[in-house]
């Protein structure tokens, strides 16, 4: 059983649920990090059914380096930082400065201050840093406007971030989910975990993986 951590960024059902199974399966413990008390409880449970120790902690990651709060108080060496948190939103003329300001923590600021946080421990299992991404990076919508906004700074993070980290030998990767994530479809959540495997497996990966389902 593996004593590499892996830290799940905006743990809750759907995706993250599926890659921390996937991880959990692998013997990686775990470390579950999300603001709803209720749902870190009800995921934690069938992922300890797995045999491996499963943490969690309540943190906001709309709200300024409380992720990275969490993070930094780890010790063990990282073999993953699962990035799923999402600030979500419509409209940008129809937004409050405020929803913006707080969507962007989610979207940016959160990224890579949680990444700055985990750093030591992910050059010592030479880890990789996994972000969720989605179409609207790439096909934007002014329905969801926000959301748009928020997923082409969370691409062009990981992009940066990947080229920053190179040289320490941390890698970074985003899954970019172009479709509506649902268990009936190609869009399943098991399905996406897929390449999330695949991307912290396979060190020659690409930076980006567009999942089209």
Same mark, same amino acid.
């Given at each position: 059983?593996?004593?590499?951590? $892996?830290?799940?960024?905006?743990?809750?059902?759907?995706?993250?649920?599926?890659?921390?199974? &996937?991880?959990?399966?692998?013997?990686?413990?775990?470390?579950?990090?999300?603001?709803?008390?209720?749902?870190?409880?009800?995921?934690?449970?069938?992922?300890?059914?797995?045999?491996?120790?499963?943490?969690?902690?309540?943190? &906001?990651?709309?709200?300024?380096? &409380?992720?990275?709060? $969490?993070?930094?108080?780890?010790?063990?060496?990282?073999?993953?930082?699962?990035?799923?948190?999402?600030?979500?939103?419509? %409209?940008?003329?129809?937004?409050?400065?405020?929803?913006?300001?707080?969507? *962007?923590?989610?979207?940016?600021?959160?990224?890579?201050?949680?990444?700055?946080?985990?750093?030591?421990?992910?050059?010592?299992?030479?880890?990789?840093?996994?972000?969720?991404?989605?179409?609207?990076?790439?096909?934007?919508?002014?329905?969801?406007?926000?959301?748009?906004?928020?997923?082409?700074?969370?691409?062009? *993070?990981?992009?940066?971030?990947?080229?920053?980290?190179? %040289?320490?030998?941390?890698?970074?990767?985003?899954?970019?989910?172009?479709?509506? $994530?649902? %268990?009936?479809?190609?869009?399943?959540?098991?399905?996406?975990?897929?390449?999330?495997?695949?991307?912290?497996?396979?060190? &020659?990966?690409?930076?980006?993986? $567009?999942?089209?389902?």
């Amino acid at each position: 059983m593996s004593q590499e951590l $892996v830290i799940i960024v905006g743990s809750g059902p759907g995706v993250s649920a599926a890659v921390a199974a &996937d991880f959990a399966r692998k013997g990686h413990p775990l470390l579950l990090i999300a603001r709803t008390e209720s749902k870190l409880k009800e995921q934690a449970e069938p992922l300890a059914a797995l045999g491996v120790q499963v943490e969690w902690k309540i943190a &906001d990651a709309s709200k300024p380096g &409380d992720v990275a709060r $969490v993070i930094s108080e780890v010790k063990a060496p990282i073999a993953a930082l699962v990035y799923n948190a999402a600030g979500w939103g419509g %409209p940008l003329l129809q937004a409050k400065e405020e929803e913006l300001r707080a969507a *962007t923590e989610v979207n940016l600021y959160t990224i890579i201050s949680s990444t700055q946080a985990a750093l030591e421990g992910l050059k010592q299992a030479h880890g990789v840093v996994l972000i969720t991404g989605g179409g609207f990076a790439l096909y934007p919508s002014s329905q969801f406007g926000i959301l748009s906004v928020g997923k082409a700074m969370t691409r062009s *993070t990981a992009f940066l971030l990947a080229e920053e980290l190179k %040289p320490t030998g941390v890698r970074v990767h985003t899954v970019t989910i172009a479709g509506v $994530v649902d %268990p009936a479809t190609d869009f399943a959540p098991a399905k996406i975990s897929q390449r999330y495997m695949e991307l912290f497996e396979n060190p &020659d990966s690409p930076i980006e993986v $567009v999942f089209q389902g």
